[in-house]
C-alpha cells in the first residue's frame, strides 16, 4: 500500500503497542455494551485472548500496509475465522465486530480520522471480518466435536493420563497432529492438547497432562477430571509427520512427548521405518513415567532407539518409589534434554555405527516452548538446516 493513509495506520499500530490490553479492552467493552450476549461466548478471564487478540490486529494492519505476502494473509485469517466457529460466533457477529473496531480506531485517532483514513481502516477491517466470516460460512464438517472420558490414570500428584471415546462425527486427523480443548469444568476456555494415540475407528483418544503452574486447563483435568465427563473438542491442527526418506531424530520434553508417541504407535503399524531415535526427557528421573511403553515399543521395532535424559540425578522427596529408568534398559543421561540429543553425537566413540550428527535427519521437537526454542538454536548451531526440523507453534 501506498497511500496518504499509510503514516496514520503506521501510528496506529505504534499506539496498539503503546498499550494493547487498552486497545483490546475498549474493543471489547464496545462490543458487549451494545450486544451483551455476546459476552456469553467469551471465557471469564479474557486477558491472555486481549493479548492475541491485539497481536492480531497488529499483524494484520502491518501486512495490509506491506506490498505483497497477502496470500498469507488471507489463509491465517481464513484459519482464524475457522477456529472462532468454536465459540458460537455467527455471521452477523461479524459485522458488530467491525462496528466495535471502527469506532475504536476513530477514537484513538481522533481529529486525524479523515476520509481517507476511513477509506484504508476501513478496507483492513472489513478483510478481517470479511475473510474470517467467508472462510467460516464454507469451513466443512461441525463446529465443534465431543468425546466422553471413560478412564483416568494418576500419575503423580501433578501428572494424569485420560482415554476417551469420541462420537462418531470426529474429523479425521493424523498422528502428531493436535486439537482445541475445552472441558465441563471451565467452559469458554481453550487450549490445545495433542492425542498421545493415534486415530482409530472406534474414536478412542488418549490425553497426557501435566498440571503446568497457573494452566488451568491442564490443572483442573489432572484434579477435577473423571470418567463420565464429557469434553469438547474444536479444528485439527498440525502439520509433524514423518516423511520416511530420511532418518529421524525425535527430541520430547515431559508430556509433550504426547504427540512423537502417537506418530510412534503409527510407524509401528508399518514395517518400513527410518532409523529413528528419540530422547526423552524430564525433570526428574522418577518422572519419565512412558518408559515402559517406550520399551515394548523398542523392543518389537528394531528402527526405534530411546534415549531416557533427566535433568537431576535424583527424585525430589515428592516423587515417592518411582523404579529407576535404568530397569527399562535404556540409557539414562543427564542435562537438558535438547542439550543431550545435540550433543549426543559428539559423546560417541570413533567406532560406533550411530550418526556422527543430524544434519541428513529429519528432526521433530515437542515439549515446552524454551526446551524447543532453545533445541532448535542450538541444532541450527551445529549446522542442522532449520527446514529438517518440525514442532508445533510455540505460544
Ligand atoms: N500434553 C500435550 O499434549 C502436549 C504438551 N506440550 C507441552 O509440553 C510441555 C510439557 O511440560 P512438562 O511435562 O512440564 O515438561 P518439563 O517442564 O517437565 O520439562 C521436560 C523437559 O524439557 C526440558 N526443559 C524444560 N524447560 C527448559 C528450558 N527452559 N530450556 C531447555 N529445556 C527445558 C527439561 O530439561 C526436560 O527435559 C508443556 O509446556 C506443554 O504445553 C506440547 C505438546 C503436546
Known amino acids: 500500500m501506498n497511500s496518504p493513509a499509510q503514516p496514520v495506520l503506521s501510528d496506529l499500530r505504534r499506539m496498539i503497542a503503546a498499550n494493547p490490553d487498552r486497545f483490546a479492552a475498549g474493543v471489547f467493552t464496545r462490543l458487549f455494551s451494545t450486544t ?36 498469507d494473509l488471507i489463509e491465517f485469517l481464513a484459519q482464524l475465522g475457522r477456529d472462532h466457529r468454536k465459540y458460537g460466533v455467527t455471521s452477523e457477529h461479524y459485522w458488530l ?28 477491517t472489513m478483510l478481517i471480518t470479511g475473510v474470517m466470516r467467508g472462510a467460516a460460512e464454507s469451513a466443512p464438517g461441525p463446529a465443534v466435536w465431543h468425546a ?49 494415540t493415534p486415530p482409530n475407528e472406534r474414536g478412542e483418544l488418549e490425553f497426557h497432562l501435566h498440571a503446568i503452574p497457573g494452566g488451568y486447563l491442564s490443572g483442573a483435568i489432572v484434579r477435577q477430571t473423571q470418567p463420565g465427563d464429557v469434553w469438547t473438542f474444536g479444528q485439527v491442527h498440525g502439520t509433524m509427520q514423518v516423511t520416511g526418506d530420511r532418518p529421524v531424530l525425535m527430541v520430547a520434553g515431559g508430556s509433550g512427548l504426547a504427540p512423537l508417541r502417537a506418530i510412534l504407535l503409527d510407524m509401528a ?87 556422527r550428527n543430524w544434519i541428513d535427519h529429519q528432526i521433530l ?26 514442532h508445533d507453534p510455540l505460544n
Not at 485517532?109 to 479523515?114: D, E, Y
Request: aromatic share 10%.
Open 269 to 355: 503399524r508399518r514395517v518400513d521405518n527410518p532409523e529413528t531415535r528419540l530422547f526423552y526427557g524430564a525433570r526428574h528421573p522418577g518422572e519419565l513415567y512412558e518408559l515402559g511403553v517406550l520399551q515394548q515399543l523398542a523392543r518389537t521395532n528394531p528402527w526405534l532407539h530411546v534415549t531416557a535424559v533427566a535433568e537431576t540425578e535424583t527424585d525430589p522427596w515428592w516423587i515417592d518409589g518411582a523404579p529407576d529408568p535404568r530397569q527399562w534398559g535404556f540409557d539414562l543421561r543427564f542435562g537438558r534434554v535438547g542439550d543431550v540429543a545435540v550433543e549426543y553425537p559428539r559423546t560417541l566413540s570413533r567406532h560406533s555405527l550411530e550418526p
Open 97 to 124: 465486530m467491525y462496528d466495535a473496531l471502527m469506532t475504536e480506531f476513530s477514537r484513538m485517532l481522533g481529529a486525524r480520522w479523515t476520509q481517507e483514513v476511513y477509506d484504508a481502516v476501513s478496507h483492513g
Open 365 to 390: 521437537l515437542s515439549g515446552p516452548a524454551p526446551m524447543v526454542f532453545h533445541t532448535q538454536l542450538k541444532l541450527r548451531s551445529t549446522g542442522v538446516d532449520p527446514a529438517n526440523i518440525s
Open 148 to 196: 466422553k472420558v471413560v478412564q483416568k490414570f494418576v500419575i503423580s500428584r501433578e501428572r494424569a493420563v485420560v482415554r476417551l471415546i469420541a462420537d462418531a462425527d470426529a474429523p479425521r486427523f493424523h498422528a502428531g497432529q493436535y486439537t482445541e480443548v475445552q472441558i465441563p469444568q471451565w467452559p469458554h476456555l481453550w487450549r490445545n492438547l495433542s492425542p498421545a
Open 36 to 71: 451483551p450476549a455476546l459476552r456469553d461466548l467469551f471465557p471469564v478471564e479474557m486477558g491472555s485472548l486481549r493479548t492475541t487478540f491485539a497481536q492480531v490486529i497488529d499483524y494484520v494492519l502491518d501486512a495490509i500496509s506491506a506490498e505483497d505476502g497477502h496470500e
